[in-house]
């Protein structure tokens, strides 16, 4: 079973992933190999998640200016 590209992923379906990576992780059963590849996975996940939020605080920032600039025109 191949996975996904991370940058293919949703936010909900990274964090999940995410989540599953470190469970893994803390289990200790991976070899030292397994480890290193998980720990790029969560590494890859993370940042995809943090792209998103990103995101979505550049759209809300934007909304809000709108929202902000509409009410200045309309006092003005």
């Known amino acids: ?3 996904p ?3 293919s992923l949703s ?3 990274a964090r999940e992933e995410l989540q599953t990576v470190v ?3 803390e289990t200790g059963a991976a070899t030292l190999e397994e480890s290193m590849e998980l720990w790029e996975r ?3 996940l993370a940042a995809r998640c943090q792209q998103w939020l990103d995101g979505a605080r550049e759209r809300l920032a934007k909304v809000q200016q709108g929202a ?3 009410t200045t ?3 003005g």
């Open 1 to 3: 079973m191949s996975t």
């Open 23 to 25: 469970r893994r992780l």
């Open 11 to 13: 936010y909900e379906q």
């Open 5 to 7: 590209d991370v940058a």
């Open 73 to 75: 025109e309309d006092e």
């Open 42 to 44: 969560g590494e890859a």
């Open 68 to 70: 902000t600039a509409t």
